[in-house]
């Protein structure tokens, strides 16, 4: 079974640009997550997808974080402009059930993201 | 107070050892647990679930305690190969939402 799949796998920009990641789930995996992970820290959920809706983004910074998840499979994480603080790895992880299923996540290499 | 709170570690020991980790959470609702592993530049991995009744998995022991909010891991016979970040895990439930310790490092030493 091929695992999830992310890229780029690094991407260095200058603050106030903007950035793209690109996350394919595991076939199947109707529920899509993404996640931020600072350097000495735990993952951190920016957004959940179930199907193509969006059931978490309590902790996405909507003023310069957007994601998508059009036709319930590929998704794409936008951060635009990017600021010092984002610096992180993304991590895109995917699971089997919805609501109240318990099914392990399984996630993706991640996208290392260098602020300049 | 953070979600899920974890002794950062390091935690250095010789192959062989026993070394235990624990975990405290702050959210009683909170439905299910788990240990992930994390490897050096890596994602994170599942481990293992985390049973009120302590389930072993070869080397590995993990234990609840709903009471008391705890969650640990014992790792008999430390390997070289164990040496990794562990990442204590909550399930809130709903959508399966799961909240992260900032994780406690493992280096085994020859």
Redesign the interface.
């Known amino acids: 079974e091929a695992g999830v799949a992310q890229s780029p796998r690094y991407k260095i920009i200058e603050k106030r640009q903007s950035v793209a990641f690109w996350c394919n789930p595991i076939s199947g995996h109707a529920t899509l997550y993404w996640y931020q992970q600072i350097l000495g820290q735990g993952p951190k959920l920016l957004i959940q997808f179930q199907n193509n809706g969006v059931v978490d983004d309590s902790q996405l910074p909507k003023d310069r974080f957007s994601a998508e998840r059009l036709k319930g499979v590929d998704s794409t994480l936008k951060i635009q402009p990017a600021k010092l603080e984002d610096s992180a790895v993304y991590l895109c992880a995917s699971s089997l059930g919805g609501a109240n299923s318990n099914q392990p996540q399984h996630f993706g290499d991640g996208t290392r993201l260098s602020i300049l | 107070r953070k979600e899920?709170e974890q002794d950062?570690g390091p935690f250095n020991v010789p192959e062989g050892a026993t070394v235990a980790f624990n975990c405290t959470y702050s959210n009683s609702a909170s439905?299910?647990f788990?240990w992930y592993r994390q490897d050096c530049?890596?994602?994170?991995?599942?481990l293992m679930s985390v049973y009120s009744s302590g389930n072993e998995d070869g080397r590995f022991t993990a234990q609840l305690n709903r009471a008391s909010q705890y969650i640990s891991l014992l790792i008999r016979d430390s390997k070289l190969s164990d040496s990794a970040t562990y990442?204590c895990?909550v399930?809130l439930?709903?959508?399966?939402?799961?909240?992260?310790?900032?994780?406690t490092r493992l280096a085994v030493h020859p």
């Open positions: 899920v950062p439905q299910s788990f530049r890596k994602e994170p991995k599942l990442l895990v399930n439930g709903g959508y399966n939402k799961l909240i992260f310790g900032a994780g």
